[in-house]
């Protein structure tokens, strides 16, 4: 069975964000959450957030041990992102851009 959830709108760059998705993909759902609790990176946060609200999901199914669940998908995606524009020399202006992320997380209990 597949338990998801999502976090959007992150004010983060998903470049930054991918890196700390990409540590833990395909690993087990403690695993997981012991590094994302010893990550120094900013995306760590929002992605233990997500990680436990998936895991918040599945528990209420009575019949799932939480202590099998595995992630099965994980991605980050670009959401919009805020631009303006801040004067430079001679006249010329050059763009700002904050982006922001779309996190997505699926659980499963069994392994392929």
Partial sequence: ????ASCRYVKM????ARYVVDLIRGKSVNYALEVLRMTSKRASCVVDKTLRSAIA????????DIDSLYIKEIYV????????????????????????????LVLSDTKK
């Fill in 57 to 64: 999901g599945a528990s209420e199914n009575q019949d799932i």
């Fill in 13 to 16: 760059s998903p470049r930054k």
């Fill in 1 to 4: 069975m597949n338990f998801k």
């Fill in 77 to 104: 995606d670009g959401g919009p992102a805020r631009k303006w524009f801040r004067p430079r020399a001679r006249g010329v202006s050059s763009m700002i851009k904050k982006r922001t992320s779309h996190i997505s």
